[in-house]
């Protein structure tokens, strides 16, 4: 029988919002790193928050920022003064792939979530 653990991102600290500093794909900020291995899967649960008077668009890298078929979302807006919007519910990844964002403008957008460890 599977079991489940409540994991918090690997990118963020004791729990807090992770900022998005990032303006590009080279300096996306990491969110989380899977488990390693193909035996295990962390499902993601993701929500995200606008901070500034002015839309903004976020770039989510999932697993890959080379592969076109590694970006799950891409000009994504994220509406002026939004509270937290949900935007993963429980995509799997596991050996080790990252996911990782970016915005067109620094600081002002906060992803916040947990991951589910299935093993």
């Known amino acids: 029988m599977a079991s489940y653990t409540r994991v918090l991102l690997s990118g ?25 291995g193909s035996a295990s899967f962390d499902e993601l649960y993701l ?20 592969d076109p078929g590694g970006l799950l979302m ?5 509406p002026a003064n939004c509270g937290p919007t949900p935007f993963s519910f429980g995509q799997v990844l596991n050996n080790a792939k990252v996911v990782k964002a970016c915005a067109q403008t620094t600081a002002v957008l ?4 947990f991951v589910n460890r299935i093993s």
């Open 12 to 36: 963020s600290t004791d729990g807090l919002p992770i900022n998005v500093t990032g303006t590009a794909t080279g300096s996306a900020n990491t969110i989380h790193t899977a488990v390693s």
């Open 74 to 78: 891409k000009s994504v807006v994220v």
């Open 47 to 66: 929500w995200v928050s606008n901070t500034s008077a002015s839309d903004c668009t976020l770039t989510i890298e999932w697993g890959s920022a080379t």
């Open 110 to 113: 906060n992803i916040t979530g």
